[in-house]
């Protein structure tokens, strides 16, 4: 469960951001993350909580933002988002082509937004 070692991480960012700017209270984390991520939101949102308690953060929120995949097409550029589950298979609505695309959107992990006093 890769998700656990992600909240440590997310935690230690925030903590980081509270001291330079010294709030002292954690209320909200935003995080946007891509579908290429392979991230379970249930998992993170358990790993962050566990970690939010080892960490002495009480009533503290995670919002999770999913980022939809985006491909430009390796054959005419047409840029479009796969209808099919299966990342594997992402023909182009214009063309057809299956494959070659260049990844636009959907690989992202960032901290968006952090509300603390």
């Known amino acids: 469960m890769h998700e656990m070692s ?9 903590k980081e951001e ?5 709030a002292t209270r954690l209320l909200m984390v935003r995080v946007r993350y891509g579908r290429l991520t392979n991230i379970v939101p ?3 949102q358990m790993g962050f909580e566990a970690t939010c308690l080892e960490a002495g ?7 999770l933002e999913e980022v939809p995949l985006t491909v430009a097409c ?3 550029g047409e840029t479009f988002t796969p209808e099919h589950e299966d990342i594997l298979y992402m ?3 214009r063309c057809g082509r299956e494959f070659a695309h260049e990844v636009l959107t959907g690989r992202e992990l960032f901290v968006d937004h952090i509300e603390a006093e």
């Open 6 to 14: 992600i909240a440590a991480s997310l935690i230690d960012i925030v």
């Open 18 to 22: 509270m001291a330079k700017h010294g």
């Open 42 to 44: 249930e998992a993170l």
């Open 57 to 63: 953060i009480k009533d503290a929120r995670l919002e």
């Open 74 to 76: 390796g054959g005419c």
């Open 91 to 93: 023909p182009c609505p």
